[in-house]
Nanobody
Framework: QVQLVESGGGLVQPGGSLRLSCAAS????????MNWYRQAPGKQRELVAS????????NYVDSVKGRFTISRDNAKNTVYLQMNSLKPEDTAVYYC??????????WGQGAQVTVSS
């Protein structure tokens, strides 16, 4: 079965950095675009970043452009989100996402990122 397992969240001061990882299994990882979403308290879940199956195309929500970098290692079936210059408004639960050809959405368990002094 499909599994997406996130790691790397935590508490960081404003201006700090964190790297999230998502280990995928149960599907042919290298065939598909992968996504990172986040959901802040009281807000809707939003798409933060996407990466094509080969990694040569990436997209970001405007609020993280220039600060976050999505990448992948197809040999390790893992997608990453490097987050730099973190701001308090980046505080959220971050989710790894795969949209299957069946249109089903698969989600990781979520990784809490808290940016606070």
């Amino acid at each position: 079965q499909v599994q997406l397992v996130e790691s790397g969240g935590g508490l960081v001061q404003p201006g700090g950095s964190l790297r999230l990882s998502c280990a995928a299994s149960g599907f042919t990882f290298s065939y598909y675009t992968m996504n990172w979403y986040r959901q802040a308290p009281g807000k809707q879940r939003e798409l933060v970043a996407s990466i094509s199956r080969t990694g040569d195309s990436t997209n970001y929500v405007d609020s993280v452009k220039g600060r976050f970098t999505i990448s992948r290692d197809n040999a390790k079936n893992t997608v990453y989100l490097q987050m730099n210059s973190l701001k308090p408004e980046d505080t959220a639960v971050y989710y790894c996402n795969w949209k299957a050809p069946t249109k089903d959405d698969y989600w990781g368990q979520g990784a809490q990122v808290t940016v606070s002094s």
